[in-house]
């Protein structure tokens, strides 16, 4: 029997698409997510469009990002927020909520959040990050990270995030 992705074992594309909802609609509204929600634009529909094709592909759904946008480069993406333990922590806390209520499969949610916390974690982009190497990109102030999937992390095929895929250039 074949082995059904992270994506079909989430919902599909209709959960994909509750959960950033969810998670957006959460970072606008509820108190506790205020400092996450200032770290972003005003207008936030771009934003969640571009995260549903994300994790639609990350989770081993279809691959529309990287269609659209090519190669995610995740965490230079990520290098004009500053993201440390306490961001981190918060967007993990937003993400978890919209989690419990968009996905059934309690599975799947485990999971995806376990996915969620390697990836977030390897995002922090402050000193003192053990994922990094300490070095930099010539005139760019971005420190090498250790390797790390971002794409394919979680189609259940790669134990650890940071152990395959993309090269520093790419990340
Ligand atoms: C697993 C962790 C994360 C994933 C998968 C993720 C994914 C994404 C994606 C796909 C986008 C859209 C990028 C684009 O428009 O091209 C985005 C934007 C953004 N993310 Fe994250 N993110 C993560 C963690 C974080 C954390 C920890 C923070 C800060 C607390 C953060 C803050 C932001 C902000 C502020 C934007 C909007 C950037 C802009 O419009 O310039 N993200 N994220």
Same mark, same amino acid.
């Given at each position: @029997?074949?082995e059904?992705?992270?994506?079909m ?12 909802d ?10 506790e997510?205020?400092a &996450?929600?200032?770290?972003h634009? !005003?207008?936030?529909?771009? &934003? ?9 592909e990350?989770?081993?759904? !279809?691959?529309s990002?990287?269609s659209a946008?090519?190669h995610?480069r995740?965490r230079?993406?990520?290098m004009h ?10 967007? @993990?806390?937003? @993400? ?17 959040t376990?996915?969620f ?5 390897w @995002?922090?982009n402050q000193?003192?990050n053990?994922h990094?190497?300490?070095q930099s990109?010539?005139? &760019?102030?971005?420190h ?5 999937d971002?794409m ?20």
């Amino acid at each position: @029997m074949t082995e059904q992705t992270l994506f079909m074992r989430l919902g599909g594309a209709e959960a994909v698409v509750r959960l950033v909802d969810e998670f957006y609609n959460n970072m606008e509204q509820r108190p506790e997510f205020a400092a &996450t929600r200032a770290l972003h634009a !005003p207008y936030l529909a771009a &934003t969640r469009d571009v995260l549903k094709l994300y994790l639609m592909e990350w989770t081993g759904g !279809p691959a529309s990002y990287s269609s659209a946008k090519g190669h995610p480069r995740l965490r230079r993406r990520h290098m004009h927020i500053r993201i440390g333990a306490a961001e981190r922590d918060d967007w @993990m806390n937003c @993400m978890s909520a919209a989690l419990t209520s968009a996905v059934a499969n309690a599975e799947a949610r485990a999971e995806i959040t376990e996915n969620f916390a390697n990836l977030a974690d390897w @995002m922090r982009n402050q000193a003192g990050n053990p994922h990094d190497a300490g070095q930099s990109f010539a005139g &760019t102030g971005v420190h090498e990270p250790a390797p790390a999937d971002c794409m394919h992390v979680a189609n259940s095929t790669v134990e650890n995030p940071t152990k395959s895929g993309c090269t520093p250039s790419e990340a």
